[in-house]
């Protein structure tokens, strides 16, 4: 659906519009700015108004409309620094072309060109608008006579509040824009004009200028002393803003980042002229603060305060003539700013005894009849939040001041009679106080905080407890609730009758199960723990035919655990008769499954089997028989994974669509990377079979590993696969044996995977690279021959290699130490005649069935010839590799 | 200190939307500051039906709250002001300055000049105060001396000029905009050099001035050995001072009888020059000083032009004006009640009225038998009242059958022996399809009556303006006028077979 869209009929005729015309385009843009900008239309609004400023035939308060509308929205109106800068000049223009008559235009017009710079981000030293109109505003701020452009001389005096204003707002955005101002202004508020707007736009320039200009090293005298008359036809100094432009600085700092700032501060050391300077300026806009409304009253000192703040040679017992005149008024921003001035200095304006009067004044007006609610509560907010002058507490956290004594809080107890929010504030305060209460009675008051405290509890669960009131009321227990668990987790006496209370309001109205399962997820185990065992006993002792049945079954949900379950599932097996719905069911198997995630039990397989068969609804009996197949199959710890929200699925998917992602991220094979390296070991031989040791490094911590196995073209026989309990990064783990199986004796790739369990519980599955079985790993020695028999032994084997066999002979090129060492590390095993270091031969069985002999004999220079002879034609290729592959690593 | 947006928003329940934005200001210059100032932590001022929709679901104004929502109804949403983070678009704006006030909602944006996450302290945002400043400013406006819809509509109509004059490019500048109203209409007249920025012009005319003691005394009494009753009195003094002269000084004395209660907890008008240090420490909250400060009460000030609240007080008087006893007793199938009031003697015995108000909520007695048709009972919630059978030895009863409620109507005076009373039986229906008046506190037998009465020209506490302590340094002897006047408010005497709610203070 589109917003409502202008398309009225004038504007085909492309001329001016009409006023009612006008005025249903302004009010279709309000309607929605987003979806009148968003039609073809709306890019026209910005030139068509600015054409239209100067239309003639247009009444001047459709004029006023427009511009209005352009104060408000000049980011859509003209959305670029170009645009803006466009926008300004014409507005400028405008505003010079009016006749010399009483107009409501100018104003707004200096209004609007000064907005529309600043929000479109074209004010700059490059900007012709902006340099056409700084000098203009200070012109009309400083009375200057501009000629009869500028109105009739009864409009002077409100341009000049107008033009103050402006450069107000250009001096914020821009800060040190009127550095070079600074003696003109102080002139002008010593002299004529109105006080409050020079007074505000002094102490703002005043500020930023100390702050610049201890970057940019301008004196400060010199500036507060400078030129009286306004800087006209001259170029506007920009120089102060290029230093303030990278840092817009807070005009009122909140706290803690002025912290950081003071640092900053503290290196300004004025010289002695230009603290007394300063001083002087200061006290001259302190002085006149009585003329000044009070919001305007409040924004000085905010502004001084910070200015001043850990500046050499300006004592803040300039305000202090203040403050006992704003300490007596009821007014909100004057106190807040006397706070912010306690903030700011401290022990150097507020001795403890001030202190004290401060926070008496504070505690008053907190709960002063005459004053309206959100008045009280923030000045609670400030009670808790309060500068002191030595604060105790951690910074940042709401804690009682130390000289408010309980008895000074007494009027500060909350009644069942408060408002919600009060209510709270006021409970807040009393838990603060119950918690300081712990280590000293308080003496002299009617009542204890802790007394006050459980009768206010017990109030709000009655009041909760109210057959068919308002949720608000139920919402404010729980939250008042929470507000107590927090503030008062280690106090078991304060506990305990809250527990016991919203028991008794669970009993009173189970439809209240959900606060009770938000609560539980909120609170700690110090509440939480005994809310839940009592919830479920409470639940559980029904007949379980009871009308809130599909509340307690959401209750127990929640508290169902491993305790007391024979009671619980009783309850569940009487409630099962009663569930006849299908949202009753699924609560029903909801609590089923809560029991199986803290790890069923027997009673539990019964319950389940019965559902699934007594169930009336199929997709409950298919539920309950999921959760028996789940309960029967899974150890605990998995069933728990099982069960767990799933971690895959978003947060905001429905519980149907959770529930099965979860089961299917638990009870799926998770593909994983992989989490072991694997490589072949040195060789051992034993036994009839070849044997490749394998070794498992560990990269992560994982159990019940099992390796599978599979051989590239079955010239094996099939591996069986290996397991191991259990697997850490940084434990040494046994090699593995893997025997091998050979149909024909050849060198294989062998396909590993691995499945194994993470410590969540999910189960895994990586494919590992592939590990290579070379020939050599496949050789066996005969069996040794008895003493003095090898010769003979060898010679037979030798020659019963023909006629089926084959015979080669290889040439090996030999090392300078010649043969010896080669036959001692690659064929020791196997020699079965040996004549050293000229003459070795060597048999060598290769499974399944299959010999193959060598002779070799040390050669005149570097080599040996071997005559090779084997029973297997396939072998020869392989073992002429073999040689020649050894005779290469020489 | 700057404000980035205002609204007002009329609160509309059973509507659709359940409320109407009836003006709204944006102020993109403080936009473009918030911009810098927040950084990452920026969220963009919405659009005005966004900005209703997350407002009114925050403040738990839509209608529907039949379901437990969690980001409405957790436990852990805790608001203790009434500022608020709006969640719009997936990004929360904060601070949110709201109130409800005579079914409109005030709101407005402060600025924050620094980053947002984590959040400052309230306390240390320098724009939370004024934009509170502000929208009483506009709450002030709207409802002074406004009688009905109509004028309510012209003053809305008003408010986006008014707003341009008082608050032009989002920092306020004066907070009563009827001054912001004058200055517009004095705009013409040149103003002399030192003239307040709180004073639009300058008054032409006879001088006078006019002062009023209004107080207002609050009771809860309980008619318990365990429980203290208590009563406070809270005054007002409002001025309207018609002075020719830029700064006028004037000084009124509040003085109090020999006997009379010391006025605590004074609060003043800004445009009061100086406080005398008693009268600043003289407070309820600390039983600190006995020798409570007992006047005269001097309070030099400068007036504005308008009427205003020159200064707020409380005291503590030695009796409530009122003693009352209230007795409800459930008797089978109906209730019998007994009232008895008192009125102290040293009272001023001469009312403009004085009402007794008996009322009864469905929430009330609810194990008690309710009579459906004639011989035919059970228990439940009470419906209107079907019989009423009664004595009072003064006055006369009304009763309003449907609202359930029982007013006795004392007059202007009570008889000589002070001491009147009422007893008699009620008789119930049951709860009939529509909605009977419910009340949070009145469970079971927990019940109240409650007093309405006002007495002209007395205040409890004796305090008076001297009209000869009334000092003027101005042109002109002016004519000066004093009034006062007592009003009850929160006058509850409560059931005392039955627990009731305690207040402290």
């Known amino acids: ?57 247009l009444s001047e308060q459709t004029k006023v409309s427009l511009l209005v509308l352009s104060l408000e929205y000049p980011v859509q109106l003209w959305p670029d620094a170009p645009a803006a800068e466009v926008a300004a000049t014409s507005l400028l223009d405008t505003l010079v ?119 940019a090293g301008a004196g400060l005298r010199g500036l507060l002393m400078a030129g009286i008359s306004p800087t006209r036809g001259g170029p506007w100094d920009w120089t102060l803003v290029e230093e303030g432009d990278a840092h817009l600085q807070p005009q009122a700092p909140s706290w803690p980042a002025a912290e950081e700032g003071e640092r900053g501060l503290e290196a300004r050391e004025p010289s002695p002229e230009e603290a007394r300077e300063l001083r002087a300026a200061v006290a001259q806009l302190l002085d006149t603060t009585y003329l000044l409304t009070p919001v305007a009253q409040a924004q000085l000192l905010w502004l001084l305060g910070w200015a001043l703040r850990g500046l050499q040679g300006q004592p803040p017992a300039l305000f202090k003539p203040q403050l006992v005149r704003l300490l007596g008024t009821a007014q909100l921003t004057l106190l807040h700013a006397v706070l912010a001035l306690k903030a700011a200095f401290g022990e150097a304006l507020f001795t403890a005894q001030d202190e004290a009067l401060l926070l008496r004044r504070l505690t008053l007006a907190a709960q002063h ?165 009592l919830l479920r006993q409470e639940v559980v002792s029904r007949p379980g035919r009871d009308e809130a049945l599909c509340w307690h079954l959401q209750m127990l949900a929640k508290v169902a655990d491993g305790s007391a379950q024979s009671a619980t599932l009783s309850f569940l097996q009487a409630a099962a008769a009663h569930c006849t719905g299908w949202d009753l069911q699924q609560a029903l198997l909801r609590v089923c499954r809560a029991l199986l995630q803290v790890g069923g039990g027997d009673g539990l397989a019964d319950l389940l089997q019965a559902l699934a068969r007594q169930l009336e609804d199929p997709d409950g009996r298919d539920h309950a028989r999921l959760y028996y197949i789940l309960l029967a199959h899974l150890a605990g710890p998995k069933l728990g994974v099982a069960l767990a929200p799933s971690l895959t699925a978003p947060a905001l998917a429905s519980s149907l669509v959770a529930e099965n992602q979860g089961f299917a991220a638990a009870l799926m094979v998770q593909e994983a990377p992989a989490p072991i390296r694997l490589s072949v070991g040195s060789r051992e ?72 369990t993470v410590p969540t519980g999910l189960t895994c599955h990586a494919h590992l690279p592939p590990l290579s079985v070379n020939f050599s790993d496949l050789f066996l020695p005969f069996p040794h021959p008895p003493e003095g028999t090898g010769p003979g032994f060898f010679e037979e084997l030798w020659h019963s290699c023909l006629p089926e066999g084959a015979e080669s002979r290889v040439w090996c090129p030999l090392g300078p130490q010649g043969l010896e060492p080669l036959v001692s590390h690659h064929l020791e095993p196997f020699v079965m005649v040996a004549q050293p270091p000229t003459s070795y031969c060597v048999a060598i069985r290769l499974p399944p069935n299959s010999r193959l002999l060598l002779r070799l004999e040390a050669a005149q220079g570097d080599g040996a010839s071997v005559a090779l002879r084997t029973d297997d034609w396939a072998v020869l290729p392989l073992a002429g590799d073999y040689l020649r592959g050894l005779s290469a690593a020489v | 200190m700057a404000q980035r947006a205002v609204w007002l928003i009329s609160h509309e329940p059973r509507t659709a939307l359940c409320g109407t934005v009836r003006f709204s200001r944006r102020y993109p210059t403080v936009e473009k500051r918030a911009r810098v100032f927040n950084g990452a932590s920026y969220v963009s001022i919405p659009e005005d039906g966004p900005f209703l929709k997350a407002l009114l679901f925050e403040l738990r104004l839509l209608d529907d709250d039949k379901d437990f929502v969690e980001s409405r109804d957790s436990c852990s949403r805790i608001n203790k002001t009434s500022i608020y983070g709006l969640p719009i678009g997936g990004e929360e704006l904060w601070p949110v300055v709201a109130f409800l006030k005579s079914g409109m909602i005030y709101a407005c944006v402060p600025l ?75 705009a013409s007249v040149t103003q002399p050099q030192k003239q307040p920025a709180w004073k639009a012009g300058t008054y032409k005319g006879k001088p006078q001035v006019s002062i009023s003691i209004t107080e207002k005394v609050k009771s809860m009494q309980y008619d318990k050995q365990d429980i203290a009753d208590t009563w406070q009195v809270v005054g007002t003094v409002t001025c309207k001072c018609d ?128 009579q459906v048709k004639p011989n035919c009972q059970r228990p439940g919630e009470l419906g209107p009242i079907t019989h009423l059978e009664y004595k009072v030895s003064f006055g006369q009863l009304e009763v309003f059958r449907e609202k359930s409620l029982l007013v006795w109507i004392i007059g202007q005076k009570f008889p000589k022996s002070m001491e009147i009373s009422l007893s008699g039986t009620v008789t119930f229906g049951a709860r009939s399809q529509e909605k009977q008046p419910f009340d949070p506190i009145c469970i079971g037998g927990t019940a109240y009556l409650k007093l309405h009465f006002r007495i002209l020209d007395y205040t409890l506490t004796g305090c008076y303006a001297d009209q000869h302590s009334v000092q003027v340094f101005a042109s002109g002897k002016p004519k000066i006028s004093a009034h006062r006047k007592l009003i009850s408010s929160d006058y509850y005497i409560w059931n005392s077979k039955a627990p009731a709610p305690v207040t402290y203070g």
């Open chain 2, 243 to 370: 002075l020719e002269g830029i700064m006028p000084n004037v000084t009124i004395s509040l003085s109090l009888p020999t006997n009379g209660s010391p006025l605590q907890d004074v609060l003043v008008h800004p445009c009061v020059t100086s406080l005398d240090s008693a009268i600043l420490t003289s407070s309820s909250i600390d039983a600190m000083d006995d020798s409570a400060f007992s006047g005269p009460y001097k309070f030099p000030f400068t007036p504005p032009l308008e009427s205003f609240n020159l200064c707020y007080y409380t005291s503590q008087v030695p009796v409530p004006p009122i003693l009352g006893f209230y007795q409800v007793k459930e008797e089978e199938i109906q209730l019998r009640i007994t009232v008895n009031l008192k009125l102290h003697e040293s009272v001023k015995n001469n009312f403009e009225f004085c009402e007794a108000h008996i009322p009864f909520y469905n929430s009330n007695f609810s194990s008690f038998c309710i």
């Open chain 1, 97 to 215: 072309l009016l006749p010399p008559r009483l107009s409501a235009l100018r104003r707004l017009l200096l209004l609007a060109a000064t907005t529309a710079l600043v929000a479109g981000g074209a004010l700059g030293p490059t900007s012709g608008a902006s340099c056409r109109l700084l000098p203009l505003l200070l012109g009309l701020a400083s009375g200057s006579d501009l000629g009869p452009g500028f109105g009739p001389t009864s409009e002077q005096r409100s341009l000049q509040a107008t033009a103050c204003e402006c450069l107000r707002e250009l001096e914020s955005c821009k800060p040190g824009l009127l550095g070079g101002a600074l003696g003109l202004l102080r002139g002008l508020l010593g002299q004529a004009g109105p006080v409050q707007p020079f007074s505000l736009l002094l102490a703002l320039a005043l500020r930023n200028t100390l702050l610049v200009q201890s970057r």
């Open chain 1, 685 to 756: 031989i034993k036994g009839p079979l070849p044997v490749l040791q394998l070794q498992v490094e560990a990269l992560e911590p994982i159990y019940s590993l099992e390796l599978r196995f599979r051989v590239e073209g079955q010239i094996y026989a099939p591996l069986d696969a290996v397991h191991m309990p259990c697997l850490c990064p940084g434990r040494p783990a046994h090699p593995l044996l893997l025997p091998l199986q050979p149909r024909r004796p050849a060198p294989a790739r062998l396909d590993v995977h691995a499945l194994y």
């Open chain 1, 1 to 57: 659906m589109r917003g409502p869209c202008w398309n009225g009929p004038a504007r085909l005729t492309m001329g001016p519009l009409s006023r009612e015309a006008w005025a249903q385009r302004l009010a279709a843009f309000r309607a929605s700015p987003s979806a009148f900008m968003a039609d073809p239309e709306g890019e026209d609004l910005g030139r068509d108004l600015l054409s239209d400023l100067r239309n003639e035939k």
């Open chain 1, 369 to 533: 009849p005459a004053l309206p609610l959100p008045t009280h509560l923030f000045y609670l907010h400030c009670l808790l939040s309060f500068p002191e002058n030595w604060p105790l507490g951690l910074e940042g956290e709401e804690a009682a001041p130390l000289l408010l004594r309980p008895q000074l809080c007494h009027g500060l107890l909350p009644s069942l009679l408060h408002d919600r929010m009060a209510l709270l504030a006021r409970l807040h305060l009393l838990c603060l106080l119950c918690a300081e209460d712990e280590e000293e009675e308080e003496k002299g008051l009617v009542q204890s905080p802790r007394g006050s405290l459980e009768e206010l509890m017990a109030g709000l669960q009655q009041r909760a407890a109210l057959e068919g009131g308002p949720r608000a009321l139920a919402t404010l227990c729980f939250q008042a609730s929470y507000l107590v668990a927090c503030c008062l987790a280690g106090q078991p006496t304060v506990l305990t009758p809250l527990i016991h209370g919203l028991a008794q309001l669970y009993r009173a109205r189970p439809v209240l199960a959900p606060h009770f399962v938000d609560l539980l997820d909120q609170v700690g185990p110090e509440l939480g723990e005994p809310l839940r065992a």
């Open chain 2, 112 to 186: 924050v000049e620094q980053t947002l996450s984590p959040r400052p302290p309230l306390i240390s945002i320098s724009g939370i105060s004024q934009g509170f400043e502000l929208l009483f400013g506009i709450q002030d406006f709207l409802y002074s001396g406004q009688k009905n819809d109509t004028e309510l509509s012209i003053k809305l109509s008003q408010l986006p000029d008014l707003l341009l004059q008082a608050c032009p490019f989002g920092t306020i500048l004066d907070a009563n905009l009827q001054n912001a109203l004058d200055n517009i209409h004095f």
